[in-house]
Nanobody, 115 residues
Framework: QVQLVESGGGLVQPGGSLRLSCAASGFIFSLNSMRWYRQAPEKQRELVADITASGSTNYADSVKGRFTISRDNTKNTVYLQMNSLKPEDTAVYYC?????????WGQGTQVTVSS
């Protein structure tokens, strides 16, 4: 069965950095796109970044130039490097794998940006 396990969240000061990881299993990771979403309190879940099987990437305008999504197919892991963090980046971050008609989610990892 598909499993997605995120890690790497925490409390960081504005301007700081964090790297999130998502370990995937239960499907052929190297052949599939992966996504990072986030959900702030009382807000809808939003797409932050995605990476295709070939390594092409896309970002939400709010994180362009600050966040980098990457993948290591030897470890079945997708990463989100977050730099120059702002208080408005505070949210629960989720890893996502989309299959036709189905979405799989990890448990989420909390990122809090505060002084």
């Amino acid at each position: 069965q598909v499993q997605l396990v995120e890690s790497g969240g925490g409390l960081v000061q504005p301007g700081g950095s964090l790297r999130l990881s998502c370990a995937a299993s239960g499907f052929i990771f190297s052949l599939n796109s992966m996504r990072w979403y986030r959900q702030a309190p009382e807000k809808q879940r939003e797409l932050v970044a995605d990476i295709t099987a070939s390594g092409s990437t896309n970002y939400a305008d709010s994180v362009k130039g600050r966040f980098t999504i990457s993948r290591d197919n030897t470890k079945n892991t997708v990463y989100l490097q977050m730099n120059s963090l702002k208080p408005e980046d505070t949210a629960v971050y989720y890893c996502n794998y989309h299959r036709t008609y189905l979405d799989y989610w990890g448990q989420g990892t909390q990122v809090t940006v505060s002084s």
